[in-house]
């Protein structure tokens, strides 16, 4: 490979992404590393379950396909391959991809990541003093009531980089930050100190960019109708260079759209503040510096680092119980009238909503006045139940709205057959100082300790100076959708939301930082009115990146949303009226 570019690909943005992306990456132009993404907070509970059916699972099972098709290639090339696909296996991962060479005839040698996993060391670590506080309600661990499943601190590059520079040609990591798999190669292949904040950084930006994929390269994007052969988005790559700064571009010939507004949306996408932090480095988002190099190519610079906190954060998943769902179908007119009587009716029929240990209803109104077709005259009230016993959630629960089919309501029908309550995990994200982070890399026989990166003493405090912002348009305005001028992306971090608005010109993002304060964000987003939102300016990529605290409750696998993971979000803010400048406008 070139001495002044590293050319890192992605093949997978979570578990379940496309299976030809690893095939289309490798053989689809000159690449130098290959990494892929699979794991999420969610992610972590589907391996807890995987694995307890099997002991020899817990990791991603789709790599080891992928792998069947590209890794004699890669050996042949020099391609490294780094993922984290591991999961909570990472040595039954390197034992199955080992077997899979060996079946192929590929001599590859592979490495794994360990330490990750302290579920062994809870006890350990709460005698010591570690409360392992939640992030957001800040109740210790030791208060916890239920059974805790999963328990993996995020591990930085540092481990990556170890393994390739002692010939590694696989790295198969556990639970690293999504970051940490631009980080490691990058910094292996350049030579980089642990304290180049700057560069370690910016790997940490690009790392953040092409993490899920095609979603920076055109894929959910707020202008789809923008982006070229949206069938079939071919995968990012970033083209790092020594000095930090980097390409993201993908092969010619792909579909999607590699432009400053799809990176941004991707920047945007599940932060929170100006400071990114991560194990190895503080990534300064109001450093970042976008410029459109040419066609599906976007130059990033100028991005500042500061020293990594001193503790490392850690994902833990518990069980919390049952859950179960009915959804009563409301027809025609009276729905206000039609969704009393039958919760009213099923509440009677089930002892009250105080037998369960969590009850919400949800009236949802996509009815019509005057409908046009059968469908168009529904609404729907959807009764959601959770409890520690699966019995009280199960049959239990939905035969109860069955036997109101002929004693209801006009109109009445459900949505699905009455069933069984489902298990459920709750996400409990917390702190543990690095030091005691036992992090390891495993290869040949050997295993090598990954000391952690601690930040020095005294004051480390990037400068950063923000871009001018002009003078708010004044004018006659008109009455449209804020997507008019604006784009979103959304997503969850455990139990919060976040929004990241972008503006499509200095002038527009002028007007949104005047106009889009927390209060307007409430009053556009009325189920955040009870709750803490917070509000991040970045001039330097003219967005606004919103937190709304609580509004996913305990995370995605316990919400009891519509969307969970706040996907939506995004679009549902743009779809809003708000009074823009008429010279704001496309013509």
């Known amino acids: 490979m070139a001495s002044d570019v590293l050319r890192i690909a992605n093949c997978s943005g979570f578990y379940g992404d496309r299976l030809s992306a690893a095939r289309e990456m490798v053989t689809g132009g000159p690449i130098d590393v ?24 817990g990791y991603a099972r789709t790599f080891l396909r992928q792998m069947e098709e590209v890794l004699g290639t890669c050996v042949e090339r020099g391609i490294k391959v780094v993922v984290n696909a591991g999961g909570l296996n ?26 990750d996993d302290i579920l062994p060391r809870l006890a350990e670590l709460q ?15 030791a208060s916890l009531q239920a059974q805790v499943v999963t328990a993996n601190a995020y591990l930085g590059g540092w481990g990556i980089t170890e393994a390739l520079r002692r010939g590694a040609d ?76 980097f390409v993201v571009t993908k092969h010619p010939g792909t579909g999607g759209l590699v432009s400053v507004g799809t990176v941004t949306a991707q920047l945007l996408y599940e932060i929170q503040g100006v400071r990114y932090l991560n194990p190895d480095a503080t990534a300064r988002f109001d450093s970042i510096r976008l410029a459109q190099e040419g066609p599906d190519r976007v130059r990033v610079s100028g991005v500042k680092g500061e020293p990594p906190p001193p503790t490392t954060k850690v994902c833990i998943n518990y069980l919390g119980g049952y859950r179960n769902s009915m959804t009563f179908v409301l027809a025609g007119l009276d729905i206000e009238e039609k969704a009393r009587v039958a919760e009213e009716t099923f509440w009677h029929l089930v002892g009250g909503r105080a037998q369960f240990a969590d009850a919400t209803v949800q009236l949802r109104r996509p009815d019509r006045t005057d409908p046009s077709s059968n469908d168009d005259a529904f609404a729907y009230l959807q009764i959601t139940v959770k409890d520690t016993d699966a019995e009280r959630v199960g049959r239990a629960f939905s035969n109860k709205v069955i036997e109101m089919a002929l004693a209801s309501y006009p109109g009445f029908f459900v949505t699905t057959p009455p069933g069984d309550g489902a298990p459920f995990g709750v996400y409990w994200p917390t702190l543990v100082p690095s030091e005691l982070i036992d992090h390891c890399v495993v290869f040949e026989g050997n295993e090598v300790v990954v000391p952690p990166v601690l930040p020095p003493s005294g004051t480390h405090e990037a400068s950063v100076v923000a871009p001018p912002i002009p003078a708010p348009p004044d004018g006659p305005t008109a009455r449209v959708p804020l997507g008019v001028i604006c784009g979103a992306r959304s997503g969850d971090k455990g139990g919060n939301a976040n929004v990241g608005v972008w503006a499509t010109t200095p002038d527009a993002f002028a007007w949104l930082a005047e106009y889009l304060t927390v209060e307007c964000f409430k009053r556009l987003i009325p189920e955040a009115q009870s709750l803490v939102v917070e509000r991040f300016p970045l001039p330097n990529l003219l967005s606004i990146n919103f937190v709304v605290n609580g509004l996913l409750g305990d995370g995605v696998a316990a919400s009891t949303r519509s969307d969970p993971q706040a996907k939506s979000l995004g679009e549902y803010l743009r779809a809003k009226l708000v009074d823009v400048p008429q010279r704001l406008l496309p013509r």
């Not at 990472?90 to 080992?98: I, N, T, V, Y």
């Open 34 to 57: 290959l990494t892929g993404d699979y794991l999420a907070e969610l992610t972590m509970m589907i391996l807890f379950k995987d694995r307890a059916r099997n002991p020899r699972g």
């Open 90 to 115: 990472p040595a039954g991962l390197a034992s199955d991809l080992s077997d899979v060479a060996a079946k192929l005839g590929i001599r590859a040698r592979i490495a794994h990541v360990t330490g």
């Open 127 to 141: 005698s010591r003093g570690i409360e392992m506080r939640h992030l957001d309600k800040g109740t210790p661990l």
């Open 170 to 245: 696989v790295v198969l990591c556990p639970r690293v930050t999504d970051a940490a798999l631009v980080v490691g190669p990058t910094a292996w292949k350049f030579g980089w100190a642990r304290d180049d904040w700057d560069r370690l950084a910016a790997a940490i930006v690009a790392g953040h960019i092409i993490e899920c994929g095609t979603q920076c390269s055109g894929g959910n994007y707020s202008f789809f109708k923008d982006v070229p052969d949206i069938r079939h988005i071919g995968f990012p790559i970033a083209e790092m260079h020594p000095d930090g700064t």
